[in-house]
Nanobody, 112 residues
Framework: QLQASGGGLVQAGGSLRLSCAASGSIGSIDVMGWYRQAPGKQRELVARISSGGSSNYADSVKGRFTLSRDNAKNTVFLQMNSLRPEDTAVYYC????????WGQGTLVTVSS
């Protein structure tokens, strides 16, 4: 019920835009956002945004990543600029309504 897209391979300093669309009987969504998991590391929160537009970011991505949301389409977009090799990870979108929903994950690889 969450479809993520937009991952890929990019050189350091480049940009990517991830999208995540919710569909089906997911209900009224409160929070949407992204986690990521790098090889050998724990999953970490990248950014999240409420239905009212309030957003939070991990310190490591502040000033480089921007999360936006289209409530009418139940879609979030993660614009990632000035990418670094340490941003390499599988990115998972999530949505919180009456339960937590997870997307399938999309791989972002940043080469040095």
């Amino acid at each position: 019920q969450l479809q993520a897209s937009g991952g890929g391979l990019v050189q350091a300093g480049g940009s990517l835009r991830l999208s995540c669309a919710a569909s089906g009987s997911i209900g009224s969504i409160d929070v949407m956002g992204w986690y990521r998991q790098a090889p050998g590391k724990q999953r970490e929160l990248v950014a999240r945004i409420s239905s009212g537009g309030s957003s939070n970011y991990a310190d490591s991505v502040k000033g480089r990543f921007t999360l936006s949301r289209d409530n009418a389409k139940n879609t979030v977009f993660l614009q990632m600029n000035s990418l670094r090799p340490e941003d390499t990870a599988v990115y998972y979108c999530f949505a919180v309504s009456w339960q937590d929903y997870w997307g399938q994950g999309t791989l972002v690889t940043v080469s040095s």
